[in-house]
């Protein structure tokens, strides 16, 4: 179980933001994990070892998520890529991995985009782009996310009922999850006053146009991303989540740069079961970039 007192914290804009740093300063580059929601650095546990003895890993917990933090903001996007940035920036970090899942693909790759000399690699997985339309996510998902984005079911199933952590999230991994690693994960929203941001990111996925802003921001990001020669890592499940298993197959063949890899049965938080292989495979690559 992840204990506060594992945890390092640095200020950023007024709040802490807690995170693990396996250390090993003279070691180029910093691998950078990045979570999303509902999750924390936790969701790292079985790979950074992996990855560890070849590379100063970074795992952050997002502001309002895990030990970080909870100030009272509205928790937009465009917030959390403010303290992304400015994460980075607290701690000097110039030349950089980044291991990228859900939310922390949609930060890591706007950010990416704007600070590319300093990128070494990009790992990604069951990441945020911009969805054409609702008929392009798995009906399951798209189903989820219209209720989740209801104004009044919405905010009683995230906030009231705290269904993002208590149902989403095991019922997004193969098998479920365990009471010891539920224990971990919805320790950081006890209190319903700390489920704004579950609530929030939801209304933030970027379909059919909206969130505008948002809309913009992943469109940019993703047509860096299929343009670019940045070396890339990329991991596919089936039947997948936010990357139903045929676009990810798309991806493997159209990404530039980019070793692909088929994990197999999989849904959204594919760390839970294919932690060991997604830390090898991440190590064999890294040493490619050396």
């Given at each position: 179980m992840v204990d506060h007192r594992d945890m390092k914290y640095v200020e950023v804009l007024g709040s802490k933001i807690a995170y693990v740093d396996t250390g090993g300063h003279h070691k180029k580059p910093v691998v950078l994990f990045q979570h999303g929601n509902p999750t924390s650095?936790?969701?790292w546990r079985d790979v950074i070892p992996h990855v560890a003895p070849h590379a100063r890993c970074i795992a952050a917990d997002l502001i309002g998520f895990g030990y970080s933090d909870k100030p009272d903001i509205a928790y937009r996007v465009e917030d959390h890529a403010r303290y992304f940035e400015s994460f980075i920036e607290a701690l000097s970090i110039e030349d950089v991995v980044l291991v990228l899942h859900d939310w922390g693909s949609a930060l890591g790759l706007d950010w990416a985009r704007r600070h590319e000399k300093r990128v070494r690699g990009l790992v990604l997985m069951e990441f945020i782009p911009p969805i054409p339309t609702w008929g392009d996510?798995?009906?399951?998902?798209?189903?989820?996310f219209r209720c989740f984005r209801d104004p009044v079911q919405g905010r009683k199933m995230v906030v009231d009922e705290n269904g993002f952590v208590e149902q989403t999230l095991p019922g997004d991994v193969v098998g479920g999850l365990s009471e010891e690693v539920m224990e971990v994960y919805r320790a950081p929203f006890l209190d319903p006053a700390h489920r704004e941001p579950v609530y929030r990111f939801p209304n933030e996925l970027p379909i059919a146009g909206l969130p505008v802003d948002v809309w913009a921001m992943a469109t940019a990001y993703h047509n860096w991303?299929?343009?670019n020669d940045v070396?890339?890592?990329f991991f596919w499940v089936e039947p997948g989540a936010l990357i139903p298993a045929e676009r990810g197959a798309w991806y493997a063949e159209h990404l530039r740069n980019c070793r692909s890899v088929a994990l197999g049965a999989g849904e959204h938080f594919l760390q839970e079961n294919h932690a060991d292989i997604i830390g090898q495979e991440i190590t064999q690559w890294l040493l490619t970039l050396r």
């Open positions: 650095s936790y969701l996510m798995l009906p399951k998902v798209a189903q989820a991303l299929l343009g070396s890339k890592l």
